[in-house]
């Protein structure tokens, strides 16, 4: 019968995608690629790693349909396939939390020493800002906010937070958010604006699990 040979098939198939995701560089790719389009050069700056480097992690990532890339000139540009691989590194996390000690621990000491304070949901935080509660700051550099960003929020990079801390606005909750839930970007930003006697408190998720849950984006690549 074909069914054997077609599940033995199938399952190895999807553990190209596990064997993928091994790396952990080419995860930390993957979550800087869903915040935008960038260049291999890019992200061998952020990364820390040689451009040829780079190139062999993301080709990896591109033979399994995680990645797509286009060509501009001289540069190759990157971005991930689609929403599924935001929810897939979402549930990669999740599982990890759950059932890996050392997960579990890293996250736990990662957070209990950045903030005491309960993140806010992502659905909470839209009902909040229709009801013109909160002010929803974000915290990432200006071309990742440029390529997307939740509906409404402001870009103040944390780098120039306490400079242009006059463009937030006054008497009113600020929720800042990054890239995602271990980005320290929005841990920063929230330390920087209680200094400051501000309300603040950060996002639970960042704006890659926000877009993915449906939830209103401004995005130029949706106009």
């Known amino acids: 019968m074909p069914e054997p040979n077609f599940k033995s098939d199938l399952f190895g198939q999807f553990a190209r995608i596990g ?38 992690h993301l080709q990896q ?8 890339a286009r060509k501009e000139g001289l540069y190759v540009y990157y971005r991930v396939a689609g929403d599924g691989i935001v929810r897939l590194l979402a ?23 950045k903030d005491d304070l ?15 509660l909160v002010t929803v700051l974000d915290v990432r550099p200006p071309e990742e906010y440029a390529q997307g960003h939740i509906r ?10 306490k400079k242009r801390l006059h463009q937030i ?16 970007l929005a841990y920063e930003a929230v330390q ?19 877009k993915s849950a449906g939830l209103p984006v401004d995005d130029p690549s949706r106009a």
């Open 19 to 56: 064997k993928a995701l091994s790396s952990g560089k080419r995860l930390e790719m993957l979550e800087f690629l869903a915040q935008g389009e960038r260049s291999v050069e890019q992200l061998a700056r952020l990364t820390g790693l040689a451009v040829a480097n780079t190139s062999q």
């Open 61 to 68: 990532l591109r033979q399994v349909g995680l990645v797509t």
């Open 91 to 113: 549930a990669l996390r999740a599982v990890g939390e759950e059932h890996v000690a050392d997960v579990d621990r890293l996250v736990k000491l990662f957070r209990d020493s």
């Open 118 to 132: 309960e993140p806010v949901p992502a659905k909470e935080l839209w009902q909040r800002v229709k009801q013109g």
């Open 152 to 161: 409404g929020a402001i870009n103040v990079p944390v780098t120039d937070l």
């Open 169 to 184: 606005p006054a008497g009113q909750e600020v929720v800042a958010y990054c890239r995602g839930p271990y980005c320290l």
């Open 192 to 210: 920087v604006l209680r200094k400051k006697g501000i309300k603040a408190r950060r996002l639970e998720d960042g704006y890659p699990e926000w």
